[in-house]
C-alpha cells in the first residue's frame, strides 16, 4: 500500500525521511543552533489575564502563570495547549516564515500530485516545546482538508516525552503513538476525523522539539 492510501484509508500517514537529509539539517540549523526559537510566543489555552498587576510584572512572570493555568486546565482534562509558535515580528525580520512556507508548499506539492487537494497552505508555523508543554486531546475542525507535522527534533528519546498520540477511532483508549522522528512528515485526514494530541515534555534543556505544523486545503 501507498502512502496516499494509507493516509486515505488510516486517516494517518507517515512519511520518512521526506527532505534530503543535508536539506533538512541545514533547514534545522537555521533555527536551533542560532536560537530563533527562544524568541517565539508563548501560545496557551485556556488563560485568564493578570489583569489588576499587568503593568508590574514581567513577561516571564505572565508568562509562567499562564502555562501553570493550561496545566490545570489539562488535569481537568479540558481542552488545553502551552507551547511556542513563530508567530511574531522576531519570526517574519529573521526570514522564519519564508522557511516553513516553503516546507509547506512542498507538501502541498505532494498532495496535489495525487489529486488529493485542489487548494493551497492555509497555515503553516514553527513550534517549539519545552517540558511540561503539551497538547491536549482535540481535532482541528474545519482547518483544512489535510494538517501535517514536520519534525526538526533530533536525538529523541522515549523518556522526553512530546509524543504524537492519533486518535483514529475517537476514542481515547485506542491511538497511534508517533515518536518525534527527524525529517518525518505526518499526514492527518481531518474528515477522518482525526483527533489528536502532544503528550506532555520532559525533555532535557538541550533538546529542543522543534516542528513545522500547517493546514492544506
Known amino acids: 500500500m501507498q502512502w496516499f492510501e ?13 527532505l534530503p537529509y543535508q536539506q533538512a539539517r541545514q533547514l534545522r540549523t537555521k533555527i536551533a543552533q542560532r536560537g530563533h526559537f527562544k524568541q517565539w510566543n508563548l501560545l496557551t489555552t485556556p488563560y485568564q489575564p ?32 502551552s507551547f511556542y509558535r513563530s508567530s511574531n515580528k522576531h519570526a517574519k525580520q529573521h526570514g522564519q516564515a519564508a522557511l516553513h512556507q516553503d516546507l509547506g ?22 513550534a517549539s516545546f519545552k517540558k511540561g508543554q503539551f497538547i491536549s486531546y482535540h481535532s482541528d475542525g474545519n482547518a483544512g482538508k489535510y494538517a501535517f507535522i514536520y519534525q526538526l527534533s533530533s536525538g529523541w528519546q522515549y523518556q522526553f516525552g512530546g509524543q504524537l498520540e492519533l486518535y483514529p477511532k475517537k476514542l ?17 485526514k481531518l474528515s477522518h476525523p482525526m483527533p489528536h494530541s502532544v503528550r506532555v515534555l520532559n525533555n532535557p534543556a538541550h533538546k529542543h522539539r522543534i516542528t513545522i505544523s500547517g493546514w492544506v486545503e
Do not use: C, M, Y
Open 6 to 18: 494509507k493516509l486515505e484509508n488510516n486517516g494517518f500517514v507517515q512519511i520518512a525521511a521526506f
Open 50 to 81: 493578570l489583569s489588576r498587576i499587568k503593568d508590574r510584572i514581567s513577561t516571564k512572570v505572565i508568562d509562567n502563570r499562564r502555562h501553570v493555568q493550561a496545566a490545570q486546565a489539562l488535569q481537568r482534562q479540558q481542552f488545553s495547549f
Open 105 to 126: 508548499s512542498k507538501v502541498v506539492a505532494l498532495l496535489k500530485a495525487q489529486g488529493l487537494v485542489t487548494g493551497q497552505l492555509q497555515d503553516s508555523f514553527f
Open 172 to 188: 481515547k483508549f485506542f491511538k497511534h503513538v508517533l515518536a518525534p522522528t527527524f525529517n518525518t512528515l505526518t499526514l492527518l
